[in-house]
């Protein structure tokens, strides 16, 4: 892959990408990013296209992955232009892809949102492509579209246009999320994969909270792109291909795409093709492996109609219709009672406790709406603005709850059995909790007695001072997992459990814990409370821990059998799956992250920072 830098016009720099197909066919594919992810998400599709011939390019756009910065800060958009920057950025990308390249030798693939920025594109340059994938687009439902508008018409009265809005997320994925069956969490809307969604959230480019800018921009934009010039067609010979996925909430599992493709066909798109892709969610497009979407493009690129099973449109069902299932799923026969403000306010507040009235809430104004079209938009956006603030306040309130349900669930079964300093602290380093040791441990570290108290804001304040910003950078990362060095000395680990980071992903607030040495030998540790802590940092059973240990102790896998009266294959199996947990690759890294982690903590003397390992002999034949 080889990475180069755009400049937009204002002097914007953009990351644009390029793999150079093994083939050589003179064919050039450009592939939009979606909302919520940046190019280097669709890696494996953008390989799997160029293994088929194409040379293939993708831009990141303004505010988006690492096209974002001071010039472009991450998932915002100002209002007024924020829309048509993205629509440029874009046309700058394809044009560069597309330099000396016939037209009947391009393609686009544009998922999501980038479906519709390319509608824009195709305004002033309709003979673009030959071939148009469109993954998954945002429906041309002029309800949705106009209930989206007043929402964050109003949200933006309420809430600064530059700041990250979580309300407008939560509503949105909320009400997209909502036949979903089995939706634990609001990016299930993208994948049912955990293992993908798990890394979309780690990544910080790829699931950033939207700014209210953004989405008011967004919106816009949709609403915009699908207003087509009355008299504009695309290029005679345009294809275009329809991919939605089985069960794709984006375009209500197919149902939308009736109409979609109906005024598509009103564009001059006189072959369009619509696939079904069984398992497929709204982001279908960067599961290359599972669904193997580059081989369904090149299928239908290469007119084979055996491999490429072309699926009808699914049958269009109205939002009424739509909403009237969520609504009876929820247990509301009468969709038909008046929708009055007070009812919904009272909603609102039911909601703080019980996740099913946001689903409530959001479907019974679509129901309305898609139900009547005698209420006008001064009538709804009245509705919103009043209900705003209500949204709002009851939303906090559910956050907070939410997350004092994680801390404490963390506080009951993990943090009070040890017998370490340790705190949950915020990415920003706000500690939400503190024991007595901890706030001692710190109390001394810093010569202020006053620490020991445990006063919240003072603990905060203090903290912050003392660790440095490369500190709380490191914990940004991955894991989270950094030491902490004061006047030379390792006092402490940061590292962000399970049983927070969900949560905190998702509510924000707290999302890590930091544990500081209150004591000088190693020995005077507990082996069961070493354990115990392998366990919390890593997901880590007790028995995997366990042989973690052993492997510091410089035992082989051969040698931990014997001791743990088990076969050497038990033995391999647990260090597989610990290295899995881990992320590591082998015996040797694993010694290595342990060592630099909690155990290396407690493994030092005070006043060193040097850790044990170079006294280890650690055994490298690994698990077969």
Not at 150 to 174: C, G, M, N, W
């Amino acid at each position: 892959m080889q990475n180069r830098n755009l400049v937009a016009p204002d002097g914007t720099p953009l990351m644009h990408r390029t793999i150079v197909g093994e083939d050589r066919t003179g064919r050039v594919a450009y592939v939009t990013h979606s909302q919520a992810q940046h190019s280097l998400n669709l890696r494996p599709t953008l390989e799997g296209i160029a293994a088929r011939g194409w040379t293939v390019h993708s831009t990141d756009l303004r505010g988006h992955g690492f096209s974002s910065g001071p010039r472009a800060p991450l998932a915002h958009m100002d209002i007024d232009q924020g829309w048509e920057r993205l629509v440029g950025d874009l046309v700058l990308g394809l044009s560069t892809a597309f330099e000396g390249v016939p037209w009947e030798d391009r393609m686009v693939v544009a998922p999501n949102i980038g479906a519709v920025l390319l509608l824009e594109a195709l305004k002033e340059w309709p003979d673009l492509a030959r071939s148009i994938v469109f993954i998954a687009p945002p429906p041309n439902q002029p309800t949705l579209l106009k209930l989206a508008r007043s929402i964050v018409k109003a949200r933006s009265l309420f809430h600064p246009l530059d700041e990250p809005d979580e309300l407008t997320l939560h509503q949105l994925y909320t009400f997209l999320g909502a036949r979903l069956s089995d939706r634990k969490r609001l990016i299930d809307v993208i994948s049912s994969d955990r293992e993908l969604t798990d890394a979309l959230l780690e990544d910080e480019y790829a699931w950033p909270t939207p700014t209210t800018g953004y989405f008011y921009e967004m919106f816009r934009g949709i609403e915009k792109a699908w207003k087509w010039p009355q008299d504009l067609q695309v290029a005679e010979g345009t294809r275009l291909l329809i991919l939605y996925g089985g069960d794709d909430p984006m375009t209500a599992n197919g149902k939308f795409v009736g109409p979609m493709r109906r005024q598509l066909d009103t564009m001059g798109f006189r072959e369009i093709q619509v696939h079904c892709v069984e398992q497929g969610r709204s982001g279908l497009f960067i599961e290359e492996k599972r669904l193997g979407i580059s081989e369904i493009i090149e299928n239908w690129i290469s007119g084979d109609g055996n491999a490429f099973n072309s699926a009808p449109t699914a049958e269009h069902e109205d939002l009424s219709g739509i909403s009237t299932g969520v609504l009876n799923k929820l247990g509301l026969t009468d969709v038909n009672s008046e929708l009055s403000t007070e009812e919904l306010v009272e909603l609102c507040y039911h909601a703080i406790d019980d996740e099913s009235r946001w689903i409530e809430m959001l479907y019974r104004v679509t129901y309305a709406l898609s139900a009547d079209d005698t209420i006008d938009d001064g009538h709804l956006e009245a509705l919103v603005h009043a209900l705003m603030p209500h949204w709002d306040r009851s939303f906090q309130l559910n956050r907070q709850i939410m997350q004092s349900a994680a801390i404490g669930a963390v506080l009951q079964n993990v943090l009070d059995r040890f017998n370490l300093g340790m705190a949950i602290v915020s990415p920003d380093m706000a500690v939400t909790y503190s024991n007595l040791l901890f706030n001692q441990r710190l109390a001394s570290l810093l010569g202020d007695e006053t620490l020991a108290a445990g006063n919240v804001d003072a603990v905060s304040r203090s903290l912050r001072d003392c660790v440095g910003p490369d500190f709380v950078s490191r914990c940004h990362s991955g894991s989270g997992e950094a030491l902490l060095v004061i006047g030379g000395e390792v006092v402490g680990f940061h590292f962000r459990p399970k049983a927070l980071r969900q949560t905190a992903l998702q509510r924000g607030g707290a999302s890590g814990v930091l544990i500081l040495r209150t004591r000088t030998q190693m020995e005077e540790y507990p082996a069961d409370q070493t354990i115990e802590l392998l366990q919390f940092a890593y997901g880590l059973t007790n028995k995997e821990a366990e042989v973690a240990l052993c492997l510091l102790e410089g035992l082989s896998p051969d040698a931990i059998a014997r001791r743990s009266d088990v076969t050497v294959n038990t033995i391999r199996t647990h260090l597989k799956r610990i290295y899995e947990k881990t992320g590591v690759q082998g015996q040797t890294e694993l010694a290595a992250r342990l060592l630099n982690g909690p155990v290396g903590l407690i493994f030092r003397s005070a006043g060193t920072t040097s850790s044990p390992a170079e006294h280890l002999h650690i055994e490298t034949s690994e698990p077969r």
